[in-house]
């Protein structure tokens, strides 16, 4: 094939489309799958209540999530209280 | 054979490779140390270019049988491995494991910011073409801008292998460099306002869709261009063996060893082919300059069209995860994060622009899809016997000696 600025320019030109084409394809498909299979959250495990008779590594965990807590949202340890803690 | 001292010595100086060792050679050796001081001290992809600069300087070291074109040599074996299109895309499969598909299917749309970012691959064509390549080089250096190692390694050594070397360098040195290449443009190309943007929160995707994603893109793209099958194929392979959720040692062998591996084999061969009279040339400086091109060009092309889509939804898409369109992931999703932290620190971008991220590397395939149709040869019969022959020798005599055994056991 011809090496010429125009040349390139039609060969970009047709490439292009030929892109757009082919991901506009992949998009439809993909909102076409998403449709036809929606997420569906797996059931939540049981809520563990922290009580006074927990481990004492659950105690130390508590601490350690009320005082990052404390710093990131500025407040005193003692203004809220984490009532319970549910593993993912 | 009678000894002497005298002629054993000047035997032993004449047998040293600094008798043979040219002004080109030791150049290269320079440069050899260059890339190496560059991986290690800059941390330019030092899983790249580290073995990509050592296996340079073993090439130019005269005599030492490690260049590319040494037939018979440790690393002429590599090399057949990038010749026979092997090694790019077992990558490829390494990458498609590491790759979570998820933002991209969350937000599909996103799908034609990958698409916008090659713009950069066709400015450097028109560029390469008015620079003097033919088609087929300036399609090869033209895919730099699609910023990815492994296609420009693949279409560089199915349309121009004589460039091969030079193509490898420039892709992987800007690609280390699109944190300092990108966020001036991204800059420039939107407002403040536009920086601070901030996107809904993605929703989840079910696993199913994950699994069967893989397959919808192998069948799409391969049948449309059949030529970046290998390239395609594997990756999407590799993306089937993390989300199917049954191949849980396959996964972690093709994200971790394997990949690791062949990276060493594809920098050793790239480096290989890094002689004086393949780099040392005009043509060198040019790909390098049309390589920066490619990148500036990309990034713009996403930008502008994150904008556009910024304007056609209404204001929910920040224009700066259009940069990372370009592939190059995960680095320029996170150059999209940065600077979108730098307007507004409580914005997250980081997923949102791996949207873009991953569509970019499938863009860019098929973008060498699209020029492999155009240029390659693709279809036509290969065969593989001949091809492996002068790498494996014939194997003819090992099939007989084990039909000897076979014979011996039954006997």
């Known amino acids: 094939m011809e090496a010429s600025v125009s040349a390139a320019l039609n060969v970009s030109m047709l490439a292009m489309s030929v892109i757009f084409t082919v991901l506009i394809i992949l998009i439809f498909t993909i909102k076409a799958l998403v449709k036809l299979i929606p997420y569906e959250a797996p059931p939540a495990p049981p809520a563990r209540k922290v009580s006074a008779s927990s481990p004492p590594e659950q105690d130390d965990q508590v601490a350690a999530i009320t005082a990052s807590l404390a710093a990131h949202i500025g407040k005193r340890p003692e203004e809220f209280r984490i009532v319970n803690i549910q593993s993912r | 054979m009678e000894f002497s001292f005298s002629s054993s010595t000047s035997k032993i100086v004449h047998s040293t490779a600094f008798t043979t060792l040219d002004s080109g050679d030791a150049l290269m050796i320079g440069i050899a140390c260059l890339l190496v001081y560059l991986a290690i001290w800059k941390k330019f992809e030092p899983l790249l270019l580290l073995p990509m600069g050592f296996g340079c300087l073993l090439a130019n070291i005269p005599m030492s049988m490690m260049a590319s074109t040494d037939t018979g040599g440790l690393l002429n074996f590599f090399y057949q491995g990038i010749k026979h299109e092997v090694l790019p895309p077992i990558i490829f499969m390494g990458v498609g494991a590491l790759t979570d598909f998820g933002p991209l299917l969350a937000n599909p749309t996103v799908l034609l910011l990958g698409a916008a970012a090659q713009i950069g691959v066709y400015m450097t064509l028109i560029g390469a073409v008015f620079l003097g390549f033919n088609m087929q080089e300036a399609s090869a250096i033209g895919i730099i801008g699609g910023a990815d190692g492994p296609t420009s390694i693949f279409l560089a050594s199915k349309l121009a292998p004589h460039l091969l070397a030079p193509i490898a360098v420039a892709a992987y040195s800007y690609m280390s460099l699109v944190p300092l290449i990108q966020p001036p443009i991204m800059r420039l190309l939107t407002t403040k306002e536009e920086r601070k943007i901030k996107m809904e929160q993605l929703k989840p995707i079910s696993q199913t869709v994950k699994i069967i994603f893989p397959v919808a893109v192998t069948i799409v793209c391969c049948l449309m261009l059949p030529g970046v099958t290998p390239l395609l194929g594997m990756f999407m392979l590799g993306n089937m063996f993390r989300e199917s959720g049954v191949t849980a040692r396959l996964h972690e062998t093709a994200e971790t060893h394997l990949i690791n591996i062949v990276t060493i084999f594809l920098a050793l061969a790239v480096g290989s082919s890094m002689t004086a009279e393949s780099f040392l040339r005009l043509e060198t400086l040019k790909i390098i300059a049309l390589g920066l091109l490619a990148f500036a060009f990309a990034t713009a092309g996403g930008v502008i069209f994150g904008r556009i889509m910024c304007k056609v939804s209404g204001g929910k898409v920040n224009p700066l995860i259009g940069s990372a369109g370009v592939s190059a992931v995960p680095m ?74 076979v014979e011996v056991i039954k006997q």
Do not use: W
Request: hydrophobic share 50%; glycine share 12%.
């Open chain 2, 332 to 405: 320029a999703a996170r150059v999209s994060q940065k600077v979108g932290s730098e307007e507004d620190p409580s914005n997250f971008l980081l997923m949102h622009a791996m949207g873009p991220n991953v569509a970019g590397v499938i863009g860019s395939a098929v973008a060498a899809g699209v020029f492999l149709s155009l240029f390659g040869d693709v279809g036509s019969s290969i065969d593989t016997h001949a091809a492996l022959a002068p790498v494996i020798g014939n194997p003819e005599p090992g099939m007989q000696a084990l039909a000897t055994v």
